[in-house]
Antibody, heavy 126, light 107 residues
């Protein structure tokens, strides 16, 4: 069974940093692209970033570009999101998810997300 | 960036009713569209990908259609467990964007 387990969320002051982790199991992690999606309290879904299977290609939403860095350690089956210069508007539940299109079509393709982790809450507040 | 606009923002229908949700892209996205269902306190769940392909394990009462800029998600016979918020998402280019969501309630 595929499992994704996020960790690392918590309360951080504006301007601070946090690193999220997503531990994967039940599938060949190194074969598929992975993504982060966030959801502010009571709001809709916002795509944050995606990383290719090898880690060689990364893409970001404009709202986080230059502040967040996505990475992965395929030897540890773990996805990361380093978040710097955090702002109040970054407050959200952060989900990691497997990129389904990379699984179906192959490396270099990005698309839909399934499955998802349970999410980890990041609160940016003084 | 491609903007995704969903309508309606909420819908109330009776058990057994047909429910249709619309998603419009600000520019053509071919069939590069997915639909998700999200229940309170839970992660989203993929229903449809490539505009009309049903994800494994998803009930057949869910279906998707459309291409280009206009898409629909249809629930052919609404069930109580379908109460949720539904989101569309394009993946035609970066940045990937989601629609604002449609809340489906039982009347």
């Amino acid at each position: 069974e595929v499992q994704l387990l996020e960790s690392g969320g918590g309360l951080v002051q504006p301007g601070g940093s946090l690193r999220l982790s997503c531990a994967a199991s039940g599938f060949i992690f190194s074969n598929y692209a992975m993504t982060w999606v966030r959801q502010a309290p009571g709001k809709g879904l916002e795509w944050v970033s995606v990383i290719s299977d090898s880690g060689g290609n990364t893409y970001y939403a404009d709202s986080v570009k230059g502040r967040f860095t996505i990475s992965r350690d395929n030897s540890k089956n773990t996805l990361y999101l380093q978040m710097n210069s955090l702002r109040a508007e970054d407050t959200a539940v952060y989900y990691c998810a497997e990129d389904g299109r990379s699984k179906v079509v192959g490396s270099g393709n990005y698309g839909w997300f399934e499955p998802w982790g349970q999410g980890t809450l990041v609160t940016v507040s003084s | 960036d491609i903007q995704m606009t969903q309508s309606p923002s909420s819908v109330s229908a009776s058990v057994g009713d047909r429910v249709t949700i619309t998603c419009r892209a600000s520019q053509g996205i071919s069939r590069w569209l997915a639909w998700y269902q999200q229940k309170p306190g839970k992660a989203p769940k993929l229903l449809i990908y490539d505009a009309f392909s049903l994800q494994s394990g998803v009930p057949s009462r869910f279906s998707g259609s459309g291409s280009g800029t206009d898409f629909t998600l249809t629930i052919s016979s609404l069930q109580p467990e379908d109460c949720a918020v539904y989101y569309c998402q394009h993946y035609a280019s970066f940045p990937i964007t989601f629609g604002g969501g449609t809340k489906v309630e039982i009347k």
